[in-house]
């Protein structure tokens, strides 16, 4: 509210004073005087971390009925989007934790989801079913490598839910506190929904399915209703590089795809509707439409679209990458790629570069392996068949036809490891051809 009012001078046709402004809501209004007293002294403990950040600065604003000829106000120090708004109390830590990140990174997009997704409320049965699912997969790795039971349940309480960044925005949450009295109360919270979901391109159906969340579907949607609330609103435009729109378009698109109700409301919240009128106030993606819109295509919006079939090739790389063959069978079997075809095409890789032949790290999910071609275009050279610019090894696929409109090449970057240990999937293949 503080950030809005000192926009509001910048947005509104005619100048108003901001201070003078914020004035009036604290004191005008059926509070009692204890609770405005408390209110104001929030105010300015806002203030001053704003002021620390460098967001605002005191000026002098020229008032020729003031006995000096001027009056002091504030002002804001960087231009901000209109749907700009710091809408969570640690909203101006992330804004500043911001700047720790390298946007020239190739994890950069993830990193800006993980520095907003830690400011967020956390979605207990979300990062319950996340802690249970790694504790079910360490527990299978520790008995593989036959560790004893009572070494298993100790090293099993230092398990949790992912929390990404969580060494870097620790002790610069600590260093903001001493800065910022006013969040002493508030709690940084890492975490790895949204994020979860963009590394394992994972649709809201998956995501539910994976970690067994049929019965909290809405606690999930809710989260992610507002983690795009506030990439949207928060990110600042030095951050928000092609990558970071693709996933915030792309969110945007799964919630809305998923129950548009969440976001249709907060559109019409910070457009209001006129009643008296048919069409919605203001200028955004709602106004002028009156009645309901008509349900968008899936390729109406390009970044999104873009995003949903990387995502979806992304998947591909996965599943080969654990030698799932019978999974990229249930994606592409219909297409004459069945587990046999895909074996065929993938054993000789891993019998040649070994057991982490495919890789799925953040280096595989660089912008610069994806390129969306338009229809009529061509393949850049390299793209398809092998090449050398990720040695030792790469592989390609090249998917047509995305509902008409685009073709799209993956690459996956290999590495040279030992020969390739005979795992008991192509074993079991080679025995049983059917």
């Not at 809501?25 to 209110?39: G, I, K, S, V, W």
């Not at 409320?121 to 008995?143: F, I, T």
Request: hydrophobic content about 40%.
């Amino acid at each position: 509210m503080v950030l809005n009012v000192l926009a509001r001078s910048r947005w509104a046709a005619d100048e108003h004073d901001p201070v003078d402004a914020m004035r009036h809501l604290l004191l005008a209004n059926h509070d009692t005087d204890t609770q405005r007293r408390e209110h104001v002294r929030q105010t300015f403990r806002i203030y001053r971390s704003l002021r620390v950040a460098g967001i605002v600065e005191r000026v002098r604003v020229p008032d020729a009925s003031r006995p000096a000829g001027y009056r002091p106000s504030v002002r804001l120090t960087v231009d901000v989007p209109r749907d700009f708004a710091l809408n969570q109390p640690l909203s101006p830590f992330a804004l500043a934790a911001l700047d720790l990140l390298d946007v020239a990174s190739p994890t950069h997009a993830l990193d800006v989801v993980s520095v907003i997704e830690a400011t967020l409320d956390d979605p207990r049965q979300v990062l319950y079913a996340q802690q249970n699912a790694a504790k079910g997969e360490a527990v299978a790795a520790m008995k593989a490598e036959g560790y004893e039971y009572e070494e298993r349940m100790a090293l099993l309480e230092e398990i949790t839910w992912p929390k990404p960044l969580e060494d870097l925005l620790a002790p610069a949450f600590a260093m903001y506190k001493r800065s910022n009295p006013w969040v002493a109360d508030a709690e940084l919270s890492p975490k790895s929904v949204v994020r979860d979901m963009v590394e394992r391109a994972m649709t809201f159906a998956e995501f539910v399915s994976v970690y067994g969340l049929e019965r909290t579907e809405g606690v999930v949607l809710r989260y992610l209703a507002d983690a795009y609330r506030a990439l949207r609103q928060v990110v600042p435009e030095e951050h928000r590089t092609e990558e970071v729109h693709e996933v915030v378009e792309w969110l945007g698109e799964l919630v809305r795809g998923t129950d548009s109700s969440l976001l249709d409301e907060w559109e019409r919240l910070s457009r209001p509707v006129d009643d008296d009128a048919d069409d919605l106030v203001g200028d955004g993606p709602l106004a002028g439409t009156g009645e309901d819109a008509p349900a968008r295509p899936v390729t109406g919006n390009p970044r999104a679209f873009r995003r949903l079939v990387r995502n979806a090739m992304f998947r591909r790389v996965e599943l080969a990458s654990r030698e799932d063959y019978r999974g990229l069978a249930a994606l592409d079997g219909a297409s004459g790629w069945d587990a046999d075809a895909w074996g065929d095409a993938l054993d000789p890789l891993f019998e040649a570069q070994g057991d982490d032949a495919v890789g799925i790290g953040p280096g595989a999910r660089a912008a610069a392996l994806f390129q969306v071609v338009e229809p009529g275009g061509e393949v850049p050279p390299g793209h398809e068949g092998p090449t050398t610019d990720h040695a030792p090894g790469a592989w390609s696929r090249r998917a047509r036809g995305w509902s008409g409109r685009c073709s799209t090449t993956r690459r996956a970057t290999t590495t040279g490891r030992s020969p390739r240990r005979w795992t008991w999937r192509r074993a079991t293949r080679r025995a049983h051809p059917s």
